[in-house]
């Protein structure tokens, strides 16, 4: 038996709920509500919660440390539940995919994404799995504005079908590994 670490990235606060930027947070409370899982308690400098998938222990996890300091909580609850590196999932926000499309994909670098830059720096280096929820790139305005502004109300029609996808693309993930999750669910999105 070993555990697993969800990690999805956003930033804290009803302000940022629902923002392009939070979208890992919806994924965690998608993956929470699924499993049943207990209400998060604050910890690690954010919120967490356990379930089980597989036979396996799955912490999720909400850092709160705004997303430039995700790291920081992650390498915390790491360090508490002994996961390795290649155990953790983070979900988060990709500018470099349209909205609607979901990839996972295993190590690689930051494309400018200060969250993933924090896990990075904090987390022990690039080769944890991210599971890329794509929001598109804004039309015209600048990337920082636009991720944190909401999904509009197009996009809202469909999210929760978003969420199901990358929430299937996280627990094929944790059972089977990355590849085989890859393999399966990148042809449905």
């Known amino acids: 038996m070993s555990t697993h670490l969800i990690a999805g990235l956003g930033n804290p606060g009803p302000k940022y709920a629902g923002n392009r930027h939070n979208v890992g947070f ?41 997303m430039n300091l995700s790291g920081e909580s992650v390498q915390a609850a790491m360090r508490f539940f002994k996961v390795p590196l290649e155990q953790v999932v983070c979900v988060h926000d990709e500018l470099d995919l349209e909205f609607g499309v979901v990839r996972l994909k295993i190590g690689g670098g930051t494309a400018g994404h200060n969250g993933l830059r924090s896990m990075v720096q904090h987390a022990g280096g690039p080769d944890f799995v991210r599971c890329r929820v794509g929001i598109g790139r804004p039309r015209h305005g600048r990337p920082e504005q636009y991720v944190l502004s909401d999904f509009s109300s197009l996009e809202r029609v469909e999210l929760g079908m978003v969420l199901e996808l990358a929430a299937d693309m996280v627990e094929t993930s944790v059972r089977e590994g990355a590849r085989a999750a890859m393999n399966r669910h990148h042809s449905r999105s």
């Open 26 to 66: 919806m994924v965690v409370d998608e993956l929470r509500r699924r499993w049943g899982a207990p209400d998060f308690r604050d910890k690690f400098k954010g919120e967490f919660t356990k379930g089980r998938l597989g036979g396996d222990d799955v912490v999720l996890l909400k850092p709160l440390t705004y």
